[in-house]
């Protein structure tokens, strides 16, 4: 049944979450040894065991200490805090940097180097310092940035992205999750490198992944992080636009722009909501015209981000109506027989991909729905 108000939207959310999504997956979601799993099955089981990726440990264990602090009484400390200890004892290397994956059996596996992983962990430790109280995870994120400064800055600005993925081309997406990472490492301990790494990564936004003529931002770059040629170089991801656009909103001063995040969601509404459906689509071109014309279940959740955001600064009607459309988008994909997975891909012709509930997907819902349960 879809929500009609913003204080419906709001109570709709904290009761899937509270009382079925988080039970389920600090159960279910939870494996034999304390780490998280990967999957849950349509039926709200354990999918078959596979390789655990450092990043998704990072997103789940922000999640619960994320639930915890809107007001769940459930164990998320007991499992936020279990999990913090295997991530810290077994997902570092030697020299201080992320390892990248774990067997089923939660033995590292692979030790490539990862700017996306590393974005997480830091993200992680933050919040789990602050939800936690737990001052070594902080600690551990200050090690973890200034090693990441000595060896990944890249002189044309940004990160190098690691073993992984093959550059050129160059992403904005892993420097937009390094900026969200500073962001709450700043938040929980005023240090001033924090600060400064966000308004470096904002810096290179505005002057190198913004595309100025539409506002939107652009997501394949080369060395010297100029757009790839007319194609490539053209895709736009809606969900990131709304993603950074929700990130300029809420940044410190020194790194907020309202007027960045209202080019940025400008154009996503414009060319990356499918009106029919009541969703924002995978990719499109600058021109607007339509790429991938599917739909990821995070795109909802940025949408919904982006939208609270505007909201809480503009407080119309307008921006009402928008966080109840991008709700109600959202809950099109959490609406299951079981209460507490998701869909996670919707085709573009508004038929569903039916698999199991990616844990990877939780971070994005919950850092949704944490934005409107503060609204008022």
Known sequence: MPVSSVSEARQHARTWLFDHAAPLWATKGVLADGMFAERLTQTGEPAAEMNRRLRVQ???????????????EGPWREVAGKALDLFLGKGFRDDGQCVHLFSPAGE??????DLYD???????????????????????????RDIMLDK?????????????????PYRQNPHMHMFEAALVNFEVTGDPKWKALLEQLGDLFATKFRDAASGAVTEYFDKDWQKLAAGEGDIVEPGHCLEWAWLFEVAPEGARSTAIADGLTGFARAHGINDTLGVAI????????????????????ERLKAAVARYNRL?????????????????????????????????????????????SSFYHIVCALNELNALS
């Open 152 to 168: 990944w800055l890249r002189p044309e600005g940004g990160f190098w992205e690691g073993e992984l993925t093959p550059c050129p």
């Open 58 to 72: 990072a997103r789940q264990i922000y999640s619960f200490c994320t639930i915890g602090q809107m007001g769940w």
């Open 315 to 359: 407080k119309t009607e307008d921006e009402a109506a928008e966080v109840v459309k991008a709700y109600n988008g959202l809950w099109l994909y959490l609406d299951l027989p079981v209460k507490g997975v998701w869909y996670d891909r919707l085709n573009a012709d508004g038929t569903w991909v039916v698999e199991a509930a990616p844990a």
């Open 108 to 113: 590292v596996i692979n030790t490539s180097l």
């Open 118 to 144: 590393h974005a997480f962990a830091l993200f992680a430790l933050g919040h789990a310092g602050k939800a936690l109280g737990r001052t070594d995870a902080l600690e551990k994120a200050a090690a973890l």
């Open 282 to 301: 995978n990719e499109v071109f600058l021109d607007g015209s339509i790429r991938d014309g599917g739909a990821r279940l995070w795109p909802q959740t």
